[in-house]
Structures are given as structure tokens and as C-alpha cells.
């Protein structure tokens, strides 16, 4: 079922089923009341990323607080989104693009990784998840992706399950095609590696290359900014081996 457009989308953290209400936060209670003037009974979608959606509408029991009451489930709770995203930290506006870009991409894990040229610096956690969380509410998305805590290369190379393949943008590939390296792809569980905006050093290259569980793409015959090759990448991937297949 696809999502309805006309409602705003909002998540939030409690509980939902019929009739049960919740409250808006104070952050919530000024978008809905004073940005979006929403008065009572006014419609909207809650998600909480594990009830699915709701039709809610929306009262107010005094001038300062707002009661949501979920009347109608209007989309299951789908599986959650299997893709991981192993990025290298970029500046702050920019990171952000690149995290609400992979959620719309349909990334169900997003993963900061250190490598030797990173240019970036990961800030509070919370940022990026709260970036997630936006790009899910404003393209119908009910899985809200997860954020783990930054790695270095190395140390996640050393510990990946093998059973997951990790398909890596690389830069000094032969060849511009990424399709036949993507058909030889025979596991349901992948993860896409974008490097930092220096590239992979040439020792982190020579790693990943010599790994079983990892294959590497070119993107093309043009040199790609990072935020601009995740996306690519991630387009190529669902289109020809993820969920756009």
C-alpha cells in the first residue's frame, strides 16, 4: 500500500493502536500548533516505526498540550529494511544530506566508518538519527533506520559476518560499468562502503580487494563528490540487485 501524501507525517515514540492516545512533546505541540495551525480535529499519520501507520486526528484538551488519538491502522508494519550504509564522516550539511538520502534509498542501517583519510567528524549520534527520522516522515517511510556508533575500517572488516556482502565504491576500478560486478552478486544481505572525499588510502583499498565477502564498482567515467556517489550507488544497487528489482 502506498503512502498518502496529503496528510502530514509524524513519528513519534509512544505506542499506537486504536483509540489508544498519546500527547504531543513540547517540540511537536509547536510544529503542529503554532507552524502548521492544526486546530481540533484536524487529521494527520503517526508512525513509530514498529505499529505501522495510523490516521490520527489530533485535540486539545487545554491551550497548551495536544492529544493524539490514533482511529485507523492505514498501512501494516512492514519488515525493516535489511541495507546497511557504511559511510565515511563528512561536514556537518553535507552528512546530513547523505544520511536523509540513504534512508530515502531505503537503508535500514547506517554506519559512520573511520577510515585513514576521513575528512569529517561524526557529532552526537542523535543528529544523524534525528535526520533519519525527518527523511522518514517526509517520504512514507515506516522503518526508522538505525544509527550505530562509528568504527574504524579496520576493526569492522575484522569482525564482519561474511554472510552480508559489502560492495564498495572504488575509484581506480578498471572499468566504469558497475552492472557485471553487480550480477555476480549472489547474497540477499548487502551493505554498501562509501569512502571519504580523499578516496580509500591504498592500504585500505589492497584490504577490501583481498576479502572474499567484498566487491568492489566504479560509478561511472566522472569523478563523484561522496554524497553524490552514495546515492548513485545506492540507486544502482536497488535497481539492479535490491528492492527496486
Not at 510544529?31 to 486526528?57: C, H, I, K, P, S
Not at 534512508?103 to 557529532?123: D, F, N, R, S, Y
Request: hydrophobic share 45%; proline share 6%; charged share 25%.
Amino acid at each position: 500500500m502506498r503512502a498518502n501524501y496529503l496528510l502530514k507525517r509524524l513519528y513519534v515514540e509512544a505506542d499506537l493502536a486504536l483509540g489508544q492516545a498519546c500527547e504531543a512533546t513540547a517540540d511537536q505541540f509547536n510544529y503542529l500548533a503554532n507552524v502548521l495551525r492544526m486546530t481540533d480535529g484536524t487529521e494527520l499519520l503517526l508512525f513509530n516505526g514498529r505499529d505501522g501507520e495510523w490516521r490520527t486526528t489530533i485535540a486539545f484538551p487545554t491551550r497548551k498540550r495536544i492529544h493524539l488519538l490514533p482511529v485507523e491502522q492505514t498501512r501494516p508494519q512492514p519488515a525493516a529494511l535489511d541495507l546497511h550504509f557504511l559511510f565515511a564522516p563528512l561536514k556537518v550539511g553535507r552528512m546530513d544530506y547523505l544520511v536523509q538520502k540513504a534512508v530515502e534509498m531505503g537503508a535500514g542501517v547506517l554506519q559512520p566508518v573511520m577510515t585513514q583519510h576521513v575528512q569529517g567528524k561524526i557529532g552526537p549520534i542523535e543528529r544523524l538519527q534525528a535526520n533519519a527520522v525527518e527523511a522518514a516522515e517526509q517520504c512514507g517511510i515506516l522503518s526508522i533506520p538505525t544509527v550505530t556508533a562509528p568504527r574504524k575500517l579496520k576493526d569492522l572488516l575484522d569482525t564482519w559476518q561474511p554472510a552480508r556482502r559489502i560492495i564498495f565504491c572504488d575509484e581506480d576500478s578498471a572499468t566504469q560499468n558497475p552492472l557485471d560486478a553487480l550480477r555476480a552478486v549472489r547474497e540477499p544481505a548487502l551493505a554498501l562502503l562509501v569512502g571519504p572525499e580523499g578516496g580509500f588510502s591504498e592500504d585500505e583499498r589492497q584490504r577490501l580487494r583481498s576479502l572474499d565477502f567484498v566487491t568492489a564498482i566504479p560509478l561511472g567515467p566522472r569523478i563523484l563528490r561522496a554524497d553524490t556517489a552514495a546515492v548513485a550507488a545506492l540507486a544502482v544497487i536497488q535497481a539492479s540487485i535490491g528492492d527496486w528489482h
